[in-house]
């Protein structure tokens, strides 16, 4: 299996979710970097970085971000229950191999000694620079790439999201085909 | 129990159901016999109430859906967590497709796929009743769409179908509730398409077995709601269902027997009387064997089940199954070829969005081969087209435009009204090939000992023509509508059979019995008191979604099967 093919398969059935969410509320969130829940998928140190990455790219504001809206959860069951073993195995090595590289890079043992600007840095240059290479020799635009397309995702998914962002109604009773926005 | 009925009906589905209730209104103690569980309306559909939040990592096939439904999930499209237990355990349920991959898509349970199904409600027409005869091939239906209109009527006014009247030979206007109206795009289109293409093409609102207005006969049956779950079962009742519709009224009249879990695999025949008097059960929970017995048989267990059990019922009269005088059962199957078109956005109507999910968009109707100038010499026959158009929010790319790749302001222009999109894509008639057949394999046997059904099937270089043509007109009628970024989708001559969750054929109806299986009525030639009515009679395909057929089929044949019953003919 090649590396990048998985991240385009996960990508490419990600995308296919239509008008689903993370089953916990906001209620339910959780700030801090200490998880209190076991994800089925990813290790705990991964969803402490999946975490600080998402909250960079859907930040809280006045309304929730992607930690209060738990979208690391959706992700980790999703992937856990959707992506064939072949390409969770991939996606699995190159969040390491990533953060393995962030921690060399700054010479730091872990995720917690790192400040958001310096993670925003790693996300700014192979999101901007498609061919951006790291120290190890990698270049890591399709991951954060795919992370980003999940957290847009999952956000977009979320109770919150749909009923006060995006205008769903459980039960609309009719239809109207022209609507003045 | 009793084992002695009037007539037994095998399958619950859209067929079986309306012979359900017509046999039984009739008067005839009815013995209904469903392979698969009880499924209760309303109670037994325990998703249909659950918001997208409630599925713990989307609403999706899964990685054990795949595992317990390879072929099932194959599609892509059928069997997501909110719906896939009303599709067949492919390991408990096998089928044999080496040679040419075949999806066979089964629901079984009861009400069957009447509970999943497109309930899309096309007519066939005049054009599809001739076809045969006209082109030289197979052989010609012996029925014309003024035999089989008023059953139309009949059926369309029972369930509540909604739709526009267009008034085209080629599709039939129906009874009609008042339609899914079409959105701003979908107008925009339809004008455009109407102004651009001088062949009389038209983009019409999809018909389909949706209440629009007031209530429909069954349990508790009101409008739709807009909630577009249908898949899930509708607890408003609001599209046409056995569970909600044709069932319940069979029940109210006191006459039907309904048996789940009863697998029929044989008809028994009496070769002194040259009738069929009865059916072979497995119970499937506990494999014990039963036999019950009854004037009148009706097979509506779909296409491939129906063909499988004749196939099955051998006897010194009918040694390669009954009915099988001409060798034609199990050949001549048939489905409609779908899976290609076009999509693309769509600059305009910025002012403008929806309220509420309709369960339908378009349909454009056929407008191949009906003469004049729209004949074709690289193909016969036709298709039809089924589409939308509709406005999301913005994606990832948009946010590109306006320099926010993450953070507050990318978190704002994600979640804002994005641009307007449409596609549509075709579905086109197979015509019927006495190569693409199914036949049993008796060396391959399921956990009830029953042989498994092996199917050889492709499209060939009629349909292959038409598909290129699919493609090519739909990417035309976006582009002269205005559409950009125009992207075909599909390929010609690659299309898996079964796909389309239309297979039929295989028992076809004819004139002859040397050369069909069933006559105008749907009785077996030589076994006039069997009939079959699902989806195994049909002729030719036609380009329509054939289930308001069936049905309508079916509710002649039962008035047929009592007017003869009272005459004393069978």
């Known amino acids: 299996m090649n590396r990048r093919k998985a991240l385009k398969n996960i990508g490419i059935s990600f995308g296919s979710i239509t008008f689903s969410s993370s089953i916990l509320s906001v209620l339910h969130s959780c700030q801090s970097n200490e998880l209190d829940w076991s994800p089925d998928f990813f290790t705990k140190k991964q969803i402490v970085f999946i975490d600080r990455i998402f909250e960079i790219i859907i930040p809280e504001t006045d309304t929730p971000g992607a930690i209060s809206l738990n979208l690391s959860r959706f992700v980790d069951a999703y992937i856990y229950k959707n992506t064939p073993s072949e390409d969770q195995s991939e996606l699995n090595k190159e969040i390491e191999e990533l953060t393995d590289v962030i921690l060399s890079n700054e010479n730091q043992k872990s995720l917690d000694d790192l400040n958001n600007t310096t993670l925003e840095k790693y996300l700014s240059n192979h999101l901007d620079s498609p061919d951006f290479i790291e120290s190890n020799g990698n270049n890591y635009s399709q991951v954060f790439d795919l992370l980003r397309q999940m957290a847009v995702r999952s956000y977009k998914l979320t109770e919150y999201v749909m009923t006060n962002k995006l205008g769903y109604v459980a039960i609309p009773g009719y239809y109207d085909g022209n609507v003045d926005v | ?570």
């Open chain 2, 1 to 570: 129990m009793e084992n002695k009925f009037d007539a037994i009906v095998v399958g619950t589905g859209i067929s079986g159901g309306w012979a359900a209730k017509e046999l039984t209104e009739k008067g005839l103690k009815t013995l209904v016999l469903e392979r698969g569980r009880m499924i209760n309306h309303i109670d037994d559909y325990h998703t249909a109430n659950m918001d997208p939040w409630d599925f713990k990592g989307g609403d999706t096939i899964t990685q054990d859906a795949y595992k317990r439904q390879p072929k099932q999930s194959r599609t892509g499209y059928v069997n997501t967590e909110s719906s896939r237990h009303f599709f067949v355990d492919d390991l408990e349920h096998p089928y044999n497709d080496d040679k040419n991959k075949f999806n066979w898509i089964r629901g079984y349970h009861v009400g069957g796929r009447s509970l999943t199904w497109g309930r899309h409600t096309y007519r066939l027409s005049e054009f599809d009743f001739e076809a045969n005869l006209k082109d030289g091939i197979a052989v010609d239906w012996p029925i014309r769409y003024k035999d089989i209109a008023p059953w139309y009527d009949y059926v369309e006014q029972y369930i509540g179908v909604q739709g526009r009247y267009e008034g085209l030979p080629q599709f039939p206007d129906g009874k009609f509730l008042k339609p899914f109206e079409l959105n701003v795009l979908e107008n925009h289109m339809r004008e455009s398409i109407s102004k651009n293409f001088n062949d009389g093409r038209i983009l019409s609102n999809a018909r389909t077995a949706h209440i629009t207005e007031g209530t429909k006969p069954g349990l508790g049956r009101v409008t739709c709601q807009y909630r577009n779950r249908c898949m899930r079962g509708c607890p408003y009742g609001a599209y046409f269902s056995s569970n909600s519709s044709t069932l319940p009224a069979a029940e109210a009249t006191g006459n039907m027997t309904l048996m789940p879990n009863s697998i029929v695999h044989e008809i028994i025949y009496d070769e002194d009387k040259k009738r069929a008097t009865g059916v072979r059960v497995i119970d499937a929970e506990n494999n014990q064997s039963y036999e019950y017995y009854a004037k009148v048989i009706f097979l509506c267990s779909s296409a491939i089940a129906s063909t499988s059990i004749l196939m099955q019922s051998k006897s010194n009269r009918f040694p390669n199954g009954m009915g099988n005088d001409s060798g034609e059962l199990g050949h001549n199957l048939m489905d409609h070829h779908f899976q290609t078109g076009a999509y693309g956005s769509f600059d305009g109507f910025k002012n403008k969005t929806t309220y509420g999910r309709k369960p339908a968009g378009f349909f454009i109707p056929r407008f191949r081969n009906i003469g004049g100038a729209t004949n074709r010499k690289d193909f016969i026959r036709g298709y039809g087209y089924q589409g939308g158009a509709s406005r999301g929010s913005k994606s990832i790319a948009s946010s590109k435009e306006e320099l926010a790749a993450y953070g507050k302001k990318f978190k704002d222009i994600i979640v804002q009204e994005g641009g307007w999109s449409g596609s549509m894509g075709a579905f086109g008639e197979i015509l019927p090939y006495h190569d693409n057949q199914m036949t049993l394999d008796y060396n391959k046997l399921d956990k009830w000992g029953l042989p498994t059904v092996t199917f050889d099937a492709k499209i060939r270089e009629n349909e292959i023509a038409m598909r290129k043509d699919m493609k090519q007109q739909a990417i035309e009628m976006l582009e002269r509508s205005g559409f950009k970024n125009v992207t075909g989708t599909g390929s010609a001559d690659n299309y898996v059979f079964g796909n389309g969750i239309h297979e039929m054929g295989t028992a076809r109806m004819g004139r002859n019995p040397k050369t069909s299986i069933l006559n105008g009525n749907n009785q077996i030639h030589s076994v006039k008191n069997v009939y079959v009515t699902d989806g195994a009679c049909m002729t030719s395909s036609g380009n329509q979604n054939p289930s308001i057929t069936y049905m309508a089929l079916t509710a002649r044949a039962a008035n047929h099967a009592v007017e003869e019953l009272n005459k004393q003919n069978i």
